[in-house]
């Protein structure tokens, strides 16, 4: 079956630490993966994507990913944190039908 | 460049009562798409529309109509609204289908059946 998975589903970091949110997916092919940002009150934005080349893509806002295929994971990283980052993170996948699956989120918090 | 926008923002409805959430993209997009958003629960996709008059069911598509007569515009309808479908909907869309799509999102408008 296909899915996301979102392990972490609230995490709170202090503002200038690192952060890393997982993710977690299951597809039959390599799948064309996302990460989406919303803040409080707003749609979503994408924050970067991967589908092919060097595993390790760079986003907005400082973010970057790095997809390993053994592990099936994309996770989010971030060196220093700063408190406008807070805000819900979702992972997902594209499809060959034009659909995406996302995952549930994970909810960052900063701390000052 | 409005983008992508959705009216009511906030709606507070009855349950048994029909509610239409207006959704409009000015990009001339060929994607369009309604997700709800449930704590616990993520993005669920409701309906989704490759191109005008083209409408294919998602995941919770039960309890809601959606129609698209123009590229622009993709009403959602509640036909008769249950407190089980107050949620936050997003409306997206995208320049096309396949892999390489980045759906771009409206505001969201907050749904309460009451």
């Known amino acids: 079956a296909q899915s996301v998975t979102q392990p972490d589903i609230h995490i709170t970091v202090s503002e200038g630490a690192s952060l890393e949110l997982r993710c977690n997916y299951s597809?039959?092919?390599?799948?064309?993966l996302f990460w989406y940002v919303q803040s409080p009150g707003q749609g979503l934005q994408l924050l970067l994507k991967?589908?092919?080349?060097?595993?390790l893509v760079q986003g907005i806002k400082g973010f970057e990913a790095e997809f390993k295929r053994s592990q099936s994971s994309f996770n989010l990283r971030k060196p220093s944190v700063h408190w406008s980052d807070a805000a819900e993170y979702f992972c997902?996948?594209?499809?060959?039908?034009?659909?995406?699956?996302f995952g549930d989120g994970t909810t960052l918090t900063v701390k000052p | 460049d409005a983008g992508i926008t959705q009216s009511p923002r906030y709606k507070i409805t009855e349950t048994g009562r029909q509610v239409t959430l207006m959704c409009h993209q000015t990009?001339?997009?060929?994607?369009m798409f309604w997700y709800r958003q449930d704590l616990g629960h993520g993005l669920r996709l409701i309906y989704y529309?490759?191109?005008?008059?083209?409408?294919d069911k998602g995941e919770v598509p039960d309890g809601y109509v959606v129609s698209r007569s123009k590229t622009e515009n993709f009403p959602l309808t509640l036909e008769s609204a249950t407190r089980s479908q107050t949620s936050v909907y997003f409306c997206?869309?995208?320049?096309?289908?396949?892999?390489?799509?980045?759906?771009?999102f409206g505001p969201g408008t907050r749904l309460t059946v009451l």
């Open positions: 997206a869309s995208s320049l096309a289908g396949g892999l390489n799509n980045e759906q771009f």
């Open positions: 597809y039959g092919a390599t799948p064309y």
């Open positions: 991967y589908f092919s080349g060097d595993t």
């Open positions: 997902g996948f594209n499809t060959n039908a034009g659909k995406s699956t």
């Open positions: 990009w001339s997009h060929s994607y």
């Open positions: 529309s490759a191109a005008a008059d083209i409408t």
